[in-house]
């Protein structure tokens, strides 16, 4: 595994919200990223398919480990999307690439995917991530 990857499950380790969820890191190179989560009934809404919070949740920190394997250090700083049909499925995967990038931010495209008998494309999410500013005082 890179250097890169390690890097990457620890920051996923750390994030409480992340562990409570159950997502995991499966790819994560310059460029892209990957996190998948297994489904269960407590991530549903009242239809029977996953949440859209859920799913969510999934675009926007794929899209900023993306945009944070060119960046380095990074947070989101808006994102739009789009759910295209219900999230049903066994397992969720959150695909991001960078579409743009300079010094300080990245555009980043992510498709979530849910996986039945096939994968089948549930959201898409673009989003402008942001370097961490490591001497800001956060004003």
């Known amino acids: 595994m890179s250097e890169l990857f390690e890097f990457g499950k620890k920051v996923l380790q750390s994030q409480p919200f992340s562990q409570l969820l159950g997502a995991e890191l499966t790819l994560f190179e310059a460029g892209s990223a990957e996190i998948t989560l297994v489904v269960r009934d407590d991530l549903k809404q009242q239809h029977g398919f996953v949440h859209?919070?859920?799913?969510?949740?999934?675009?926007?920190?794929?899209?900023?480990y993306a945009g944070g394997s060119v960046l380095g250090d990074s947070v989101t700083s808006e994102y739009k999307i789009n759910y295209v049909r219900p999230a049903i499925g066994h397992t969720l995967i959150a695909r991001a690439t960078v579409?743009?990038?300079?010094?300080?931010?990245?555009?980043?495209?992510c498709r979530v995917f849910?996986?039945?008998?096939?994968?089948?494309?549930?959201?898409?999410?673009?989003?402008?991530?942001n370097k961490v500013d490591k001497n800001s005082n956060g004003d």
């Open 52 to 64: 859209g919070g859920v799913v969510s949740y999934l675009a926007d920190n794929c899209l900023t």
């Open 99 to 109: 579409l743009s990038s300079g010094k300080r931010q990245a555009v980043c495209e």
């Open 114 to 129: 849910a996986i039945l008998k096939q994968e089948t494309l549930v959201a898409i999410a673009q989003g402008t991530i």
